[in-house]
């Protein structure tokens, strides 16, 4: 594929993405943030807590909320302790009354794999067969001299980069392992190379997001509004995605040309040696 159509594709996928960013946050994001703000935010000791005695914690929330999510705690669950503060409000010189954190108290909440009920709502993904173009995503991502693994202990992400790694959570689907692996290779390329990285990481997430979305657009995955959700997730928006273009769309090109052939051409893999590890 030559460089002008590579740039014509861009400049058409990323339209798109513009104009769903106009129209707001879809029906699934709302149900999703609407859902994920009955979840605490636990602190670092919690969280340790949480980790020691579940490791494979995904949301986590006290038997009531369960309840209200409309799903229900399992008989014979065995709970997770954490720590709850105790608070007393004592009346200050104004005469205002101040929470005031006394002690601390001994909680039990369960994780959404200890319970059952209505499914909470799922952010969007990417659907389709990405075929071989996965395969040949994968050797780019190794002949760029970029380390590839797999893990099932890297938290809530899918996905992390530095500058000359990816990791990539095991067990994904095609076309969500293809999204994950073409937005943290854009990291790489525009966030830890020797472009200076944005502060922003409402700028950074919406940089790598909206170049994946256009390598997804042109091998013909189903996108559905899991970019513009991403983006949005982080507070992006459409002014964000227009300050940021040039660089999107040349990072996006760069990878649309690194795993297409020409028209007719064998699909051959760029890196024939690499030894990549299975996800």
């Not at 943030?33 to 929330?61: D, E, K, W």
Request: charged share 25%.
């Amino acid at each position: 594929m030559n460089g002008s159509k590579t740039q014509e594709l861009a400049r058409h996928a990323l339209g798109q993405l513009v104009n769903e960013l106009e129209a707001g946050q879809s029906e699934q994001l709302r149900a999703y943030l609407a859902a994920m703000g009955r979840f605490r935010a636990y602190s670092p000791t919690n969280v340790l807590l949480i980790c020691m005695q579940y490791p494979q914690a995904a949301h986590v929330a006290g038997y009531r909320t369960w309840q209200r999510l409309g799903r229900q705690v399992r008989r014979g669950a065995k709970a997770i302790r954490i720590l709850a503060p105790i608070v007393r409000r004592a009346r200050s010189e104004d005469k205002e009354d101040i929470p005031r954190v006394v002690a601390f108290k001994a909680a039990c909440v369960f994780d959404v794999s200890q319970t059952d009920g209505e499914p909470l709502p799922e952010f969007a993904r990417v659907n389709g067969d990405p075929g071989l173009h996965r395969e040949r995503l994968k050797d780019l991502i190794v002949a760029r001299g970029i380390a590839l693994d797999y893990s099932d202990t890297i938290g809530g992400a899918d996905g992390l980069s530095t500058r000359g790694r990816i990791v990539i959570k095991s067990g994904l689907e095609p076309a969500e392992e293809f999204s994950v692996l073409a937005h943290e290779l854009a990291h790489v390329m525009i966030h830890h190379g020797d472009q200076v990285m944005p502060e922003s990481k409402r700028v950074r997430e919406t940089e790598a997001e909206a170049a994946a979305f256009v390598v997804c657009q042109v091998i013909g995955l189903d996108t559905h509004s899991a970019a513009s959700d991403y983006i949005q997730l982080y507070r992006g928006d459409r002014d964000t995605l227009l300050a940021s273009l040039e660089r999107i769309q040349r990072t996006a090109a760069t990878i649309v040309d690194g795993i297409l052939t020409e028209e007719g051409e064998a699909f051959e893999p760029l890196h024939r040696d690499a030894k990549r590890p299975a996800a």
